[in-house]
């Protein structure tokens, strides 16, 4: 069985679905030849089936040599582009408020827990994912900025009130 990876790329077409396997990326439409998986979106919302399509189809593209384009002369994109929400919680508030006030050499406000606020959660504009490497221009006001790495997770199904040891499945 080969191992393989959804990414979103850009194509002379535009932006494309692709299957990584090993160091070359298939285009994801060709290599099952279904247009709904021309991005990964349109993977993702057929999960249950695409799952299948694309393992035998990445394990054909490995078996057969089949041509694709080299993975370190493809420019990557966001792997999913445009969701249509990114909810966010804001877990790590108090160590960022530490960090900005010990900066600004200002006393910290006090921790949103111990004042009885329960954990909070809001929602990014779906147009600040960007991809590897990708450049990212600051406004011209701008005079500091505060990076952050994010972590993202696609839930492949609806679910709501999950225990965690199902949390997983």
Aim: glycine fraction near 6%.
């Amino acid at each position: 069985m080969s191992t393989y990876f959804l990414c979103s790329y850009q194509s002379a077409k535009g932006p494309r679905a692709g299957v990584v396997v090993g160091e070359t990326v298939f285009d994801a439409e060709t290599l099952t030849r279904k247009a709904a998986y021309a991005t990964v979106l349109g993977i993702l919302n057929d999960w249950r089936r695409a799952e299948g399509s694309l393992r035998k189809a990445a394990a054909a593209a490995a078996k057969r040599k089949a041509k694709g384009r080299p993975l370190n002369r493809t420019r990557l994109l966001a792997p999913v582009l445009w969701p249509s929400a990114i909810y966010c919680a804001g877990a790590n508030y108090t160590d960022h408020m530490l960090e900005m006030a010990r900066l600004q050499n200002i006393p910290p406000a006090p921790d949103p827990h111990e004042v009885g606020l329960k954990p909070w959660h809001f929602i990014k504009a779906s147009r600040t994912v960007t991809g590897h490497q990708a450049t990212i221009e600051l406004p011209a006001a701008s005079k500091a900025i505060d990076w952050e790495a994010e972590l993202g997770a696609v839930i492949g199904r609806p679910a709501k009130n999950v225990p965690i040891e199902k949390a997983l499945d």
